[in-house]
Nanobody, 128 residues
Framework: QVQLVESGGGLVQAGGSLRLSCAYS????????MAWFRQAPGKERAFVAA????????DYEDSVKGRFTIARDSATRTVYLQMNSLKPEDTALYYC?????????????????????WGQGTQVTVSS
C-alpha cells in the first residue's frame, strides 16, 4: 500500500526557513515523480514544486522560485522541500503527491489531476 507522510511544518517568522519532508513507502515510488502542493484557507490547492523520478528535472511555481528547493533521496525514500525567505503568503497546508504518469519522459507535471497519491498534509504558518 502506497503511503506518503509529510512532516516538518510549523510556525516561523517572516524571513525564516523550514524544511518539509515527505517519506514514501509501498509500490515502486522510486519511479514516481513527486511534488508539493499547498492550500491556503479559502483558496484552491495550488502547485508549489515538482521533481522527476530521477531527480534530473524540477519545476517551481513562480512565486517560490529562488526561495524554495525540492530534492529527493531515493536511498531514504524521502522528498524534501527547503523553504527559505518565508513570507506570510506562504502560510498553507502543504501536501506531498506522487505520480507515475510522467515516468517515461522523466519529467514533471504541475497539474494536481495528474497525481495518483497524496499525503495528509503538514501545516506551515508564517507570521509577519
Amino acid at each position: 500500500q502506497v503511503q506518503l507522510v509529510e512532516s516538518g511544518g510549523g510556525l516561523v517568522q517572516a524571513g525564516g526557513s523550514l524544511r518539509l519532508s515527505c517519506a514514501y513507502s509501498g509500490g515502486i515510488l522510486s519511479k514516481y515523480a513527486m511534488a508539493w502542493f499547498r492550500q491556503a484557507p479559502g483558496k484552491e490547492r495550488a502547485f508549489v514544486a515538482a521533481i522527476s523520478w530521477s531527480g534530473s528535472s524540477t519545476d517551481y511555481e513562480d512565486s517560490v522560485k529562488g526561495r524554495f528547493t525540492i530534492a529527493r533521496d531515493s536511498a531514504t525514500r524521502t522528498v524534501y522541500l527547503q523553504m527559505n525567505s518565508l513570507k506570510p503568503e506562504d502560510t498553507a497546508l502543504y501536501y506531498c503527491a506522487a505520480t507515475i504518469g510522467v515516468y517515461y519522459s522523466d519529467s514533471t507535471t504541475s497539474s494536481d489531476d495528474d497525481y495518483d497519491y497524496w499525503g495528509q498534509g503538514t501545516q506551515v504558518t508564517v507570521s509577519s
